[in-house]
């Protein structure tokens, strides 16, 4: 059974930092693209980051680009999201994914997701 499980959501003040994770199963982690994805209430969801796994490029949606930084541990099934500087912008729930395009396309397993709010 695939899983895909976020933790690490909570409550942070602006300006500060958290680190999201997530724990892949049930699939080879190695050959996937990993993301995180975001929806905030009324909106859409976002693309946030993505590591390929052809060379382990670093995508970042341009709005996190210097303040959020994704890893993976593959020996462990680990996706990582530090988020640094926090804006009250960034609170949503975020979703952790697994493709297996190499470029950060096609998604098909998803997380239940996690949340955090930003204090202002």
């Known amino acids: 059974e695939v899983q895909l499980v976020e933790s690490g959501g909570g409550l942070v003040q602006a300006g500060g930092s958290l680190r999201l994770s997530c724990a892949a199963s049930?699939?080879?982690?190695?050959?996937?693209?990993i993301g995180w994805f975001r929806q905030a209430p009324g909106k859409g969801r976002e693309g946030v980051s993505c590591i390929s796994p052809t060379d382990g490029s670093k995508y970042y949606t341009d709005s996190v680009k210097g303040r959020f930084t994704v890893s993976s541990d593959n020996a462990n099934n680990m996706l990582y999201l530090q988020m640094n500087s926090l804006k009250p912008e960034d609170a949503a729930v975020y979703y952790c994914?697994?493709?297996?395009?190499?470029?950060?396309?096609?998604?098909?397993?998803w997380g239940q997701g996690t949340q955090f709010t930003v204090s202002s």
């Open positions: 994914a697994a493709s297996p395009d190499g470029d950060c396309r096609g998604y098909v397993y």
């Open positions: 049930g699939f080879t982690f190695d050959d996937y693209a």
